[in-house]
């Protein structure tokens, strides 16, 4: 059997899975509304949270990048790849976060390999959260740290493990701060006690609250009011740009400089990239009416939802997971919200758990009060049409076709 034959058969069973992926075209800007695959689509699965990634002001900021510096790098930040605009955005990114330092990574997903793969030793002990993110899972496979796995969320058994692991000579707690795929929060005050308790140092992956949680979006830290020995994130959600980071004291980044290999053997994201983020950061910092405008729509949606009797599940992040179960139930009913004029593609395993399929919605301050009416009434059609609902409700939206979306 040749390599395509093995390969071949390999999909046939992703397919009878109901597991096979294939690429949507976006063919426009990322704004609330999208042309993808050739249709006008309300889009309601961005992680642009705040609506930046199509800002005037970042892309004139990334021109202006260009232009003095052209369009890449040229290196590693270790040979040719480090530039003034570099070193300016981390100064911006450590006082965004309230740390003393930060270092930019080429994704948040290097980041978190570079943190993780450099960090814990051998004799050490990583505990991490079930609902990690790939990164920082794929992060302690490549640790040489034994790694235990505790419950979403459980802190009871994360202090039982606490307990089991003294022999180790170092204790590390891994978790995301906001959760991409349930839109839950970390109990950040409660692993704090617990760290503080047994001596552990906790690591946490903010890239989904860097710009959304906490009273002014710095994050999860700052919704519990403290820091962590290590945050990481991503300048590519709520940012709208690319890139990721790690912010903490000036001897982390110092270590993470010589010893993080995902840092020192990446050619650094380009001039033009550290140039938008930078103005995005800025307008993080002075405009809060888009922060509170994305928490009242998140609202709007989450309570909607719930009041028809969908299981909906999260915090008020703007993450507003549906869960549906069947995988194929899933699907059908993306397909049918696609057909509405909305693109909400349906999470399916390995990304979630089997019987775990979902509708991951997410909300962007660019949303209007119109989309979310739309979205609301869309949900529930489908929803009754599936038997997925059964609580009968009247609205007042617009009457199903009338719509600009299609």
Not at 196 to 203: G, M, S, T
Not at 281 to 310: A, N, P
């Amino acid at each position: 059997m040749s390599l395509d034959q093995m390969l071949a058969q390999r999909l046939t069973d992703t397919k009878k899975a109901g597991l096979y992926r294939t690429f949507r075209t976006m063919e426009s800007a990322p704004n609330r509304t999208n042309r993808i695959d050739g249709s006008e689509q309300l889009v309601f699965s961005s992680n642009n949270y705040l609506g930046l990634a199509a800002d005037r002001r970042l892309a004139d900021a990334a021109k202006l990048a260009i232009e003095e510096f052209g369009t890449g790098s040229s290196g590693s930040r270790l040979t040719t790849g480090n530039t003034t605009w570099h070193q300016k955005l981390e100064t911006k990114l450590a006082s965004f976060k309230q740390t003393e330092a930060a270092l930019l990574f080429s994704s948040g997903y290097l980041a978190n390999i570079g943190v993780l793969s450099s960090i814990p030793k051998q004799g050490d002990i990583i505990l991490s959260d079930e609902l990690n993110h790939a990164s920082l899972i794929d992060g302690c496979r490549l640790s040489k740290a034994d790694t235990v796995v505790y419950p979403h969320l459980h802190m009871e058994t994360l202090e039982k493990q606490l307990k089991d692991c003294k022999r180790y000579n170092r204790r590390f707690i891994v978790t995301d701060g906001v959760f991409s795929m349930d839109g839950t929060i970390a109990p950040l005050d409660e692993i704090k006690r617990l760290a503080n308790q047994y001596e552990a140092y906790i690591i946490v992956d903010d890239a989904h609250g860097t710009g959304v949680v906490g009273k002014s979006g710095r994050g999860t830290c700052e919704l519990f009011g403290f820091s962590c020995d290590v945050i990481i994130g991503t300048l590519s959600k709520a940012a709208g740009c690319e890139g990721g980071f790690v912010a903490g004291s000036s001897i982390l980044i110092d270590y993470l400089k010589n010893h993080s290999r995902s840092f020192i053997f990446q050619t650094s994201i380009p001039q033009a990239s550290c140039a938008a983020a930078y103005m995005a950061l800025e307008i993080m910092e002075s405009d809060k009416e888009r922060l509170e405008r994305l928490r009242s729509l998140t609202v709007q949606v989450r309570r909607g939802l719930t009041d028809m009797g969908f299981n909906v599940r999260g915090e008020e992040t703007p993450i507003i997971p549906v869960i549906i179960g069947d995988t194929n139930q899933a699907l059908l009913f993306a397909e049918s919200l696609l057909a509405k004029g909305i693109f909400a593609p349906a999470i399916r395993p390995p990304t979630v758990a089997d019987g775990e399929s979902r509708i991951r919605l997410t909300v962007t301050a660019d949303h209007q009060k119109r989309d979310i009416d739309y979205l609301l009434q869309s949900f529930y059609l489908i929803g009754r049409e599936l038997n997925l609902i059964q609580k009968q409700m009247t609205f007042l939206y617009r009457e199903e076709g009338e719509h600009e979306y299609r």
